[in-house]
């Protein structure tokens, strides 16, 4: 482990995480909502109590909004850009120790296209749309079917699993894997750094965290040299190759953009079918609704994305002084958009509480953030959550809980860990949707 590595979490991580522990012990519902157990499990009672009657509030540590027309204009605004080390009012030394010491390419310092603006992330962006156009997507439904139901004759009829180790998290490492030309072999590796990774796109995590997080980090750049290099020699049908044959970013930037996909791709979908089994059993009724009319999967899978957003919030700073709704934002200052807060909004849905796989509007929700950043894999991501969760409930009609599930213990990207269930009778294998 290199010795900067502690460093760099300090400053990136460590700052946050011990500015939002001593806010949460004076009583700051937003410090407890960002940074404690409540916000990991169920946040929207704190975001309630948050919500207020303003629409963008001064918190002791940023600005924020849980306000959908808000959130929506400040993710479409070009004086906003994407989140900096300015957040939480970390010290000007500590940011510049921070780029003193660069990382290995991730998903979560540039040029990952997540954390910069245009023209730079237009650039960035560009040669990888071409993997997410509708025809694209459209390519790779047919295999969304073929892994989903290759996962589901694996599980254990009249068994028990966990439903996030055997199945949530198998159906996008297959396709990820696919995109990027990753050997089959080679999906287990792809699991582990998921795992040991995704705490970096969260705010405050703790260091154990973290050095696993580097390791991880580590071991997956020194694989990507090695099979960007064979793919230079026999490329093949996938993005990546496409990129690497293109020649136009450099080995590092290639290495950062399939980190990135590997993170965004995998992360999401994970936690929208993991979320949605959670929510369909906890509302028999919604899942018995679905079973009678199966032409609402995919409005159910908006639903899920509204209800229990996979993503629960982002961040922008003003790149320039900015009025917002009367309330003057200094450039440099951050505000902390709650796509969870603007997903519930009594202003666009109708009784937000209420989960109703027949909502009119449900797909008004912000789970995939909008604007120049909206989601690449949006459209894949619905495409993986209609088929894996229809073809789960209808191969097994009976499947329950068998155990307590277990949330991560992270705050932006919210999902399960583990998810253990009794699957029950097995059914024949489902119509295609």
Not at 52 to 73: P, V
Not at 237 to 263: C, N
């Amino acid at each position: 482990m290199k010795p900067h590595y502690w460093f760099r979490w300090l400053s990136v991580q460590g700052a946050p995480r011990l500015v939002l522990r001593l806010q949460a012990r004076r009583g700051d519902p937003f410090a407890e909502l960002m940074g404690g157990p409540a916000g990991f499990d169920d946040p929207y009672p704190l975001i309630e109590r948050l919500r207020g009657e303003t629409r963008l509030m001064r918190t002791s540590i940023a600005w924020a909004t849980f306000d959908h027309e808000l959130c929506r204009s400040i993710l479409r605004d070009s004086r906003f850009g994407v989140r900096t080390t300015e957040s939480f009012n970390i010290p000007k030394p500590l940011q510049k120790l921070a780029e003193r010491f660069p990382l290995p390419p991730n998903p979560v310092e540039p040029p990952s296209m997540l954390v910069i603006d245009p023209p730079e992330h237009t650039a960035m962006r560009k040669p990888v749309a071409s993997a997410f156009t509708p025809r694209a997507i459209r390519r790779l439904r047919d295999r969304v079917e073929t892994v989903t139901e290759e996962l589901l004759d694996d599980l254990p009829a009249h068994g028990s699993a966990d439903l996030i180790r055997s199945f949530a998290a198998q159906v996008p490492i297959a396709i990820i894997s696919e995109m990027l030309g990753f050997p089959d072999e080679d999906k287990a590796l792809f699991l582990d750094w998921g795992d040991q990774m995704t705490p970096l796109l969260d705010v405050g995590i703790p260091w154990h965290a973290h050095r696993k997080a580097m390791r991880a980090m580590e071991v997956m750049n020194d694989y990507l040299d090695q099979h960007i290099e064979r793919l230079r020699r026999a490329p093949g049908e996938d993005i990546l190759s496409s990129l690497v044959a293109a020649g136009e970013l450099d080995s590092y930037a290639l290495k950062a953009t399939a980190s990135l996909l590997m993170g965004a791709g995998f992360e999401t979908t994970v936690n929208l079918i993991g979320n949605g089994v959670a929510q369909l059993l906890a509302h028999p009724d919604q899942l018995e609704r679905l079973r009678e009319a199966p032409e609402l999967w995919p409005n159910a899978v908006e639903e899920i994305l509204r209800f229990d957003s996979p993503v629960q919030t982002t961040a922008r700073t003003a790149l320039t002084d900015v009025e917002i709704d009367g309330v003057r934002v200094r450039g440099g200052n951050t505000v902390v958009l709650s796509l969870a807060g603007a997903n519930r909004d009594p202003a666009v849905f109708a009784d937000p509480g209420r989960f109703d796989v027949g909502r009119d509007n449900a797909k008004d929700h912000l789970s995939f953030s909008s604007g120049v950043h909206v989601c690449l894999g949006a459209s894949l991501a619905r495409m993986e959550g209609v088929y894996a969760l229809q073809a789960l409930f209808e191969r097994f009609p009976d499947l329950r809980l068998d155990g307590p599930l277990r949330r991560r213990a992270l705050f932006t990207l919210h999902g399960y860990e583990r998810m253990p269930v009794h699957l029950g009778q097995r059914a024949q294998a489902p119509e295609p949707v």
